[in-house]
């Protein structure tokens, strides 16, 4: 056998991963297969899900109650409603007598808790369910170390999906102040745009009453206790640029050679989730989380999302880029004294700190009427997994008012 004999079954294993990759692309054009690809909805893991039976899944007994959400749209959606520790110990015994989540003790004692604990409304990431061991997981954090109630719906990646549940605890009581919105990698994308569209929706009937005699009232609209983002992406775009499957495998680096047709891809995105776009509209208590591990998603885009607070403030990147299109030695020294401009405003705007054994954390709060902008950027945690970080945990009772 020749040389280039043996190298043939090589080459046509590549060949063969090429075109697949090709096809597969060339699929993700087609909005069916593209919501498929971007929520994964029909991954069902763990499988022969029980969710009837979360103690299954090492959730202590008849501390979580299998709900149904009813969305605008007139799908159902299933969830779990899991009480606080401090609730589920001062009430074992109603709890255990009352077990059926259809019975009206059951309803009375989630509408206690809500009332007198806050609320995580918890939008997990895309693929798999509730039942997943790491997400679990999360639920048992934040009823312990946290004393909160969480609620975790199995959503279809929709806003609309995180206003029926919203609307959910409200119905059932929950003060809007005590309910903290925390949004996990797809989850972030979802929880920006609700929460977002939830302020809109509030402006406009004060708009269309009357502009200035409804400005007193800007305080007394329904807001969230907050907004957590745990490893969040600026948008799927964006995000496409830079993903790695499984951490090890680059989406669109093969296309980087041709950003034409990447830029042609891109243009078939049915879902864009544009968080950079609304997360400086946000006038809620905001934490971005990111840790340096995480290989699906650069902690680059946490970056781009708390900086976009502050270009406000800073002279326009504009100017800079528009200087930089001469070659004198004077344009040169004008960038510099652009950059360096800019640079010494974000140290005044910004507050930096080192987090023992954490990381590293940036505050900022300039013209912040309804709380101040986090980015904690962790040295470990993953991408899944940052949320389970004690030190992060930590972090969100002390600036939520939680624990």
Partial sequence: MTDVESQMPFHLFFLILGGIYV???????IPFVQRQLLYVHNLKVPFAPQYDMPEKYDLAPFKTRNVYIH???????????IFADPFYAAHKADLFSAPS??????????RSALRTHPTILFLHGN???????SRVQHYQAFSARLRANVLVPDYRGLTLDARASWDWLRSCGAPPESVLVVGNSLGTGVAVQFVSALEAEQRQP?????????????????????????????????LLDTYYIAGLVPLLAPLRMFPYIANFVKRFLAHRFDSLAKVVGLNV??????SEDDWDIPHSHSQTLFDAFLEQHLPPLSDIAAAMMGA?????????KLSQARAALRQELVVASEVPHVGRMEVFSKDRL???????????????RVGLVEGVQDYIADMFNLG
């Fill in 285 to 290: 208590p905001l934490l971005i989380v990111h």
């Fill in 127 to 133: 693929g798999g369910t509730r039942l997943l061991r």
């Fill in 370 to 384: 309804h709380g101040k902008v986090v980015f904690l950027r962790t040295r470990w945690g993953g991408h899944d």
């Fill in 71 to 81: 969305t605008a749209d007139n799908e159902t959606l299933g969830a779990w409603f």
């Fill in 206 to 238: 004060s708009a269309e009453k009357g502009g200035d005699k409804n400005r007193g009232k800007e305080d007394s609209r329904e807001r969230p206790r907050g907004v957590v983002l745990l490893a969040p992406f600026t948008s799927i775009e964006t």
């Fill in 328 to 336: 004198s030695e004077e344009v040169a020294e004008h960038v510099t």
């Fill in 101 to 110: 989540s259809s019975s009206p003790s059951s309803d009375e004692l989630v």
């Fill in 23 to 29: 096809v597969l692309i060339a699929l993700a054009t």
